[in-house]
Structures are given as C-alpha cells and as structure tokens.
C-alpha cells in the first residue's frame, strides 16, 4: 500500500496564493447567496426558505467575521465602521424567533444579506490594499533650488 504524499514543498507565496484563491471563491460563492436572497419576495417566499436563507448567511457573516486575515483590514477603521461592526453583532446575536412573523424573517434576512455584501466588499479591499510607492528624486535634479 502506497502512502499518497504531497512531496514538493510548498514555500510562503504558495500558501498566500492559495489562501487568496479561496477567500476569492467564498467571496464569490458569499455574493451569489446575497443575490438569491435579495431575490426573494414576502408573498412568494416560504418560511422554511427564509429560515434556510437566515442560517446559511448568519454562518457565512460569523466566518467572515472570525477570519483572522480580515481582521487586520478592519481594526484601524473609524468610528463609522464599529458601528457597522456592532449592527452586524447584533444581527448575529438576535435571530428571529422561532414564532416570529414571515415578515420580521424577512427584514432580518435582507438585513443579513446587506451586512455580507458590505463584509465581503471591506474584506476585498483591505487585502487589495497596496502599500503607496516610494518616491525617489529625479535623475540630475537638485532638493535645494
């Protein structure tokens, strides 16, 4: 019996690559679900779908939250952004009740769906921040003038 091994080894820009790719694919797997949902309708809508929908994007809005790589996008922030951070708590602290109305699910659904899209797009550009350029003195001219 042979034993399957991954034998090359795999260095730094490897593994951020790689860690790129699937923050990529949950973003977008995470802004497919936020379209379907936005989709839905209170008269054309089942219970058991908004249910569903609630869970699914809760799951996905405490991953994203408890993603340590986007945490450092996220912490030096302004004020603005903690109390985006603190609606987003709250959402995920107060589900609906299991007796609530279809409509209270499904403010809570679309409210959900707003804070992921928002979530996924601070991610995006946090990690496609770039450092700014060093500026370098032009060739032959001089500081003092």
């Known amino acids: 019996m042979t ?15 790689g ?3 699937s923050t990529e694919v949950e973003a977008e797997q995470a802004e497919r679900e936020v379209r379907r949902v936005l989709v839905f309708q209170l008269g054309t809508t089942t219970r058991s779908e908004l249910d569903e929908a609630a869970a699914s994007l809760r799951d996905q809005v405490s991953a994203l939250l408890s993603d340590p790589s986007a945490e450092d996008g996220r912490t030096h ?3 603005a952004d903690r109390g985006f951070l603190l609606e ?3 959402l995920i602290d107060n589900p609906p009740d299991p007796h ?3 409509h209270e699910v499904y403010s809570h659904v679309r409210a959900l769906a ?5 979530l996924v797009a601070m991610n995006e550009a946090a990690a496609s921040a770039r450092p700014p350029l060093p500026i370098r003195p032009i060739p032959g001219r001089t500081a003092a003038r």
Request: proline residues 0%; hydrophobic residues 35%.
């Open 100 to 102: 609530a109305l279809s």
């Open 88 to 90: 987003v708590t709250h």
């Open 77 to 79: 922030e302004g004020s």
């Open 3 to 17: 034993d399957l091994m991954n034998t090359s080894s795999a260095t730094g820009t490897d593994r951020s690559s």
């Open 114 to 118: 707003r804070v992921l899209r928002k």
């Open 19 to 21: 860690a790129a790719a």
